[in-house]
């Protein structure tokens, strides 16, 4: 009898480890713990590598939630002063070269973004994941060293515009090191990868990412996050259109 008890206890403690019955939506709530903030300031680095060069753009970037979002590129000097400005779901660019502000919209939202793998639409799309995808735990797996859950991610709208998603979610910290973006027809279109993790203001955030167009020749898009704030108040007319031209 003490033995049944010995084995029932054993097995319920088994069943209660860190990561053993949690869920997929559990998983992508942490996840978007993480990566959301209420606002949120900084200043960044793209490193975009060409079959013939690479070149640097740095910029300063601030964000309210998901639906705000104000960028100036800083250097080098040819795109210095160009703006951008997310408001919901519009778009706009300002460009010191011809002082002209556009709105870029439909089509144009898959044009690259300075050159680099991102695609505006990749700008436009950082908010949750809870909020645009279904998801499934597919393995577990270790992924450069690290444990992680690799997870398959549905749409639930036909406006996002990955179709399907698989990504390798650290089970520790609870951040993506790893992701393949689909099109519908089940097409690989692009790779990330998270090599530098750091903790910053109590939660973990990835600060050095590979981004690769899979659809295109060359060696991606390296994005650095060289600083970084959570939570800070940002002045109203931040998110501005005045601001583009200011």
């Known amino acids: 009898m003490k033995m049944r008890y010995l084995m029932l206890a054993l ?3 088994i069943g209660s480890l860190p990561g053993q019955s949690i869920s997929a939506e559990e998983i992508l709530n942490k996840v978007d713990a993480n990566m959301i903030s209420k606002s ?15 070149r640097t753009i740095e910029s300063i970037n601030y964000s309210l939630g998901d639906s705000k979002f104000y960028s100036e590129y800083t250097s080098p000097p040819r795109d210095k002063g160009t703006k951008m ?10 460009d010191p070269n011809t002082d002209r502000t556009i709105q870029i919209s439909g089509n144009m939202l898959k044009q690259s973004v ?7 639409e990749d700008f436009m799309e950082e908010g949750s ?14 992924h450069e060293g690290r444990a992680c ?17 698989r990504i390798y979610i650290d089970k520790e910290r609870f951040v993506s ?23 910053i203001s109590g939660r973990w955030y990835p600060t050095k990412i590979l981004f690769k167009d899979e659809l295109k020749q060359g060696q991606g898009t390296e994005y650095y996050i060289d600083s970084i704030e959570f ?13 583009l031209k200011k």
């Open 40 to 54: 949120g300031k900084s200043t960044t680095r793209m490193v975009v590598h060409s079959r013939r060069a690479s």
């Open 177 to 199: 090191l790893y992701e393949e973006w689909f099109a519908k027809s089940g097409k690989l279109l692009k790779t990330v990868s998270a090599s530098e993790v750091k903790r």
């Open 231 to 243: 939570d800070i108040t940002i002045p109203p007319h931040t998110f501005s259109k005045a601001m």
């Open 114 to 120: 300075m050159g680099s793998d991102l695609s505006y």
């Open 129 to 142: 994941l809870t909020e645009d995808y279904s998801a499934k735990i597919i393995e577990s797996i270790t």
């Open 85 to 94: 400005l997310k408001l919901d779901s519009d778009l706009w660019i300002f």
């Open 149 to 165: 859950w690799v997870m398959e991610l549905t749409a639930l709208r036909d406006d996002v515009s990955y179709q399907k998603r």
């Open 11 to 13: 097995l319920l403690s």
